[in-house]
């Protein structure tokens, strides 16, 4: 694609995610408009358009991708099909770009890799926050080693179960093994990591320990971790999906030689540091349509003027890290 093409999107999926967190920022980009949607569910879809402006609609996938309108896909599904529409996408020639994470397995994720390599059309992944202002500020201080060299890196999070969770008739898709790859663990985990590995480097270990303490659902709700980087940095991580409401905690925190700062990573909590000086403590507003400032980058890539970074290579050592943890592989 040449810098005055316009990228031209087709939806594959029109859930919650993209009704304020994506969907809008594609038309709010120069250069970049949706064109289409599908839905296997003909009223979801009919809906979709009508309220968001889309052109056409289809509920079935082959019909988008034979959209000669459509020259890009956006893959809004959940991670058990993000492989087979990757890959359909690529073979079509239609650069994807997939929510997180990029598949349910790591061993998928490699599939996606192949086809990518071997097609030559990228695939981009919805890690969001490497470009959201209050994370370029936690990277930029980072950088500039105001807590001296970091030492060791905490993640701590903890949330009670959600209304839907009692459900035992009806349970969230996200719980269920065959459909998200794990629990609530492998679709909040993602970003934690991926921005941990943004920001320090590779994690080359990673072990973990699983439990159902909760027994609302199949999967794991407790999970701990041990991971280190490739710099030889060591970090640990704790993740509770049946906590009390009292213990509700999104933190991560760095510890360094000269000091500590923690922030959040789903609240965006003010970034906190503590040194010998004192306490800081920053506060960054982000754009109220939290992945634009991506998908602007994916556009830009897309003609020419820019490089993304987050695509399916880098997306797929999270998997690897988590089906480390989960004991997958």
């Not at 056409?56 to 020259?71: M, T």
């Not at 507003?285 to 994916?298: G, R």
């Amino acid at each position: 694609m040449d810098s005055k093409q316009e990228i031209k999107w087709g939806f594959i999926g029109c859930g919650e995610v993209t009704e304020k967190k994506s969907g809008p920022a594609f038309s709010k980009i120069p250069g970049s408009s949706v064109v289409a949607v599908m839905s296997r569910n003909r009223e979801k879809v009919e809906s979709y358009a009508h309220r968001h402006n889309i052109p056409r609609w289809y509920i079935d996938a082959q019909e988008l991708l034979d959209d000669p309108e459509v020259n890009a896909i956006y893959i809004a599904t959940p991670p058990s099909s993000h492989t087979t529409y990757a890959i359909m996408a690529m073979k079509a020639g239609k650069p994807a770009y997939v929510e997180k994470p990029l598949a349910s397995s790591y061993l998928d994720c490699q599939r996606i890799n192949h086809i990518s390599e071997q097609t030559h059309v990228p695939c981009f992944v919805a890690y969001y926050r490497r470009y959201l202002p209050y994370f370029l500020k936690v990277k930029e201080l980072v950088r500039e080693n105001v807590i001296g060299k970091v030492v060791s890196v905490q993640i701590r999070f903890a949330v009670p179960p959600r209304d839907l969770d009692y459900n035992k008739q009806n349970l969230p898709w996200r719980v269920q093994r065959d459909i998200a790859g794990g629990g609530y663990f492998y679709d909040l985990a993602p970003h934690q990591i991926d921005l941990l590995q943004e920001i320090l480097g590779p994690i080359v270990r990673a072990n973990g320990y699983t439990a159902n303490m909760g027994g609302l659902y199949q999967t794991e709700d407790s999970v701990s971790a041990t991971f280190q980087f490739a710099s030889g940095l060591p970090g640990s991580g704790s993740w509770c999906f049946v906590s009390h409401e009292s213990a509700r905690t999104d933190r991560i925190e760095l510890i360094g030689d000269r000091g500590q700062f923690c922030f959040s990573v789903f609240t965006y909590d003010p970034i906190v540091i503590h040194t010998s000086e004192g306490r800081q403590e920053f506060v960054v507003e982000n754009p109220p349509h939290v992945q634009l400032p991506l998908i602007q980058k994916v556009v830009e890539h897309l003609q020419g003027t820019s490089i993304c970074t987050a695509d399916c290579v880098s997306a797929t050592s999270v998997n690897w890290v988590m089906d480390r943890i989960l004991g997958k592989i």
